[in-house]
RNA sequence: GCCCCUGUAGCUCAGUGGACAGAGCGGCAGCCUUCUAAGCUGAUGGUCGCAGGUUCGAGUCCUGCCAGGGGCACCA
């Protein structure tokens, strides 16, 4: 599948150097310049700023627009270009030819559902690691969109060729695996009438009351006497099994789940701390080393630790811009978070992944940065790891703003949120907006627009396709006798550009990670393009001759696939009928 | 105190260093005899937080300030 913008960046290189070899132009390096969609439709359909960027390196300064004449007079011929023109400072601008674009209708026909299946990363790996949730609780919205975020890019890298894994990270062991088991406990024995304490600091949310309840059902007064840890096994169990029910219900479907176990049984943490000492990047001491200049906070919590005894810590100063070392293993010998989670990366690096995105929310990105570069110290290729970095979620109800807690109980359940909206409107909602904008979620407003809600303009784009469908077929009139070529009023072909910049769009939410572009483009691009030409072209008014109006389904026949496919990508259902 | 992120229409947010800054929601004015109006069209609405700088060109890059969020654990 041909990728109009990059088929042009390389036209435009052969023109240069073409214009160069004829002496048009002085001999330099091409500068880094953009094929890009003009955000006007009478600049055509496709930009180039080429000229403009090689003005300095050609020392032609303001002559931009003769650079741009020069670079026209060279370019390659193609059989998708229709005209060129030199616009405003030096910009030269394409448009597509009609013939070109209605011929695309019946390759979109062609390929049906393998439409913007790309193999630009056919035999690569890519693994993308999101939600890793430890089973303390339900899943609370923030959790839920790295979830969506993460399985949306998966579904874009599947899209380019990639053989990808969506992978979950969890703990179920641990001091606050302990607090929960607690919690449970004394639950249990409060509602039994029993002598309980509720652990400082324990979970209160109300599942812990509902996961009693059900225990008292199955064995009544019989485990009063027994430990923590069965109520903690219990609670792991249930909680773990509602929040794989959760995402299911809006999509996500993990690959594999890794138990931060694992890399304490395999010996792997130790190797690895070994591996790290080997490079001279540990040392045992009782206090980090710090910056000198460093305007830190005199930190109570290092003293307090101190005087336990001595930690190892990781010269991560050596390593990467920070202001303190980082510690890898207690005084009581039992390692930090940072050791597994660097064994993991290691892991994963060993697991051959060409690329390994982490989803991860704000308050972890010294982390991310840390073991970025820890693994670029042992030797890894660090471009192998990415992270997407969101910004929290804040909750907004009866106009009151709160962060959610999961300890205190004060959330909101992905599960509630489905109920109120829908898992196509969370799966939107939570997409749409940039990974690093700080989003409110106004749960007054969420409820009150549901139906009035861009999911719903997408969806019914895909509806009115189906409805279309359903017409011909009671008429028995059928696309595949449509002639593309009477496909000429221009609502037609503007929705055949728009249905064409599918892989491009997906090319570029992949690049730069941020896979809320599709759902921006789906809405404000795609459908809205889409309902214009609905009501502009129609398809089987009377008016319309019948040789038009078979042509016109095929057109609609093809933006169903397109529309289908894209709410596909983004895990939304694609309805026939609301 | 230091570091990171963010500040764009009344509200929620898009915006690839480019050509007159966009969408949804709310509000205003129109559009259904024929494929579901959950739609379309038009008007209104902006000192892109503030002040400098770099550039042929800045909402976008740099510096400083202001405001909000996050971090600065021998928690995860």
Redesign the pocket.
């Known amino acids: 599948m041909k990728r109009i913008a990059n088929d042009l960046a390389s036209a435009i290189e052969q023109a240069v150097r073409q214009a160069q070899q004829a002496g048009d132009l002085p001999h330099f390096e091409i500068p880094p310049f953009?094929v890009?969609?003009?955000?006007?439709v009478?600049?055509?359909d496709y930009?180039t700023?080429a000229a403009?960027?090689i003005?300095?390196v050609a020392g032609m300064?303001?002559q931009?627009r003769a650079i741009a004449e020069m670079l026209m007079r060279h370019l390659p011929e193609s059989d998708y270009v229709d005209s060129v023109d030199i616009?405003?400072?030096g910009?030269i601008?394409f448009r597509l030819s009609d013939s070109w674009l209605q011929a695309q209708v019946d390759l979109i026909l062609a390929e049906g559902d393998r439409f913007a299946q790309m193999d630009d990363f056919v035999g690569k790996k890519a693994q993308v690691e999101c939600v890793s949730a430890?089973p303390t609780g339900p899943l609370t919205v923030g959790r839920v969109r790295g979830g969506i975020i993460g399985d949306t890019l998966a579904r874009l890298l599947r899209s380019m060729g990639y053989a990808v894994e969506l992978e979950y990270y969890f703990?179920n062991a641990?001091?606050?695996m302990r607090k929960l088991g607690e919690s449970l406990q004394a639950r249990y024995c409060e509602r039994l009438g029993l002598d309980f304490t509720f652990p400082d600091k324990g979970y209160q949310g109300e599942y812990i009351g509902d996961l009693a309840e059900s225990l008292i059902q199955d064995n009544g007064d019989g485990l009063k006497e027994s430990s923590w840890e069965v109520f903690k096994n219990f609670a792991e169990e249930h909680i773990f099994h509602m929040i794989r029910n959760s995402l299911t219900r809006i999509g996500i479907e993990f690959d594999t789940f890794f138990n931060?176990n694992t890399v304490y049984e395999d010996g792997s943490i130790w190797n690895v701390l070994e591996d790290l000492s080997g490079r001279g990047l540990t040392y045992k001491a009782?206090?980090?080393e710090r910056d000198p200049d460093?305007?830190?906070?005199p930190?109570q919590?290092?003293l307090d630790?101190?005087?336990?005894?001595?930690?190892t810590w990781i010269r991560i100063r050596q390593i990467r811009d920070a202001?303190?070392d980082?510690?890898l293993v207690?005084?009581?010998g039992?390692p930090?978070?940072?050791l597994p989670d660097i064994a993991y990366h290691v892991n994963k690096m060993d697991r051959g992944f060409d690329l390994a995105v982490n989803i991860l929310?704000?308050?972890?990105?010294?982390?991310a940065r840390d073991v970025k570069a820890i693994l670029g110290a042992l030797g890894y290729d660090q471009n192998r790891l990415q992270h997407i970095?969101h910004?929290?979620v804040?909750l907004t109800e009866n106009s009151k703003t709160k962060?959610m807690s999961t300890r205190k109980g004060e959330f909101v359940t992905l599960d509630e949120l489905a109920n109120e909206v829908g898992a196509d409107a969370v799966r939107y909602f939570l997409l749409?907006?940039?990974p690093?904008?700080?989003?409110?979620?106004?749960l007054d407003?969420a409820r009150q627009?549901s139906?009035?809600?861009?999911v719903?303009?997408i969806q019914?784009a895909h509806?009115?396709c189906?409805?279309?469908a359903?017409?011909a077929d009671e008429r028995n009139l059928s696309f595949a006798l449509g002639n593309v070529e009477l496909l000429t009023d221009p609502a037609e072909l503007s929705l055949i550009r728009k249905m064409m910049e599918l892989p491009e769009v997906i090319e570029?939410s992949v690049q730069e990670l941020?896979p809320?572009?599709i759902a921006?483009w789906a809405?404000?691009e795609l459908?809205?393009s889409f309902?214009?030409t609905?009501?502009?072209?129609?398809?089987?008014?009377?008016?319309v001759p019948e040789a038009l109006a078979l042509a016109?389904l095929k057109l609609?026949a093809a933006a169903k696939i397109v529309l289908k496919r894209t709410l596909t990508l983004m895990g939304m259902s694609a309805p026939e009928?609301?």
Request: no cysteine; proline share 3%.
């Open positions: 953009k890009s969609r003009p955000s006007r009478d600049h055509g930009a700023n403009l960027q003005q300095s300064k303001g931009s616009a405003g400072p910009f601008n430890n703990n641990g001091a606050q931060e009782l206090a980090p460093a305007d830190l906070r930190d919590d290092d630790a101190a005087a336990t005894g001595e930690a202001k303190k980082v510690a207690r005084s009581n039992e930090t978070y940072r929310g704000a308050d972890h990105i010294e982390e970095i910004q929290f804040t962060r749409k907006h940039a690093n904008t700080h989003m409110d979620f106004d407003l627009q139906n009035e809600n861009p719903y303009y019914n509806v009115r189906s409805g279309i359903r017409q570029r941020e809320h572009k921006i809405h404000e459908a809205h309902h214009q609905y009501e502009e072209a129609r398809a089987m008014h009377s008016d016109r609609y009928s609301m």
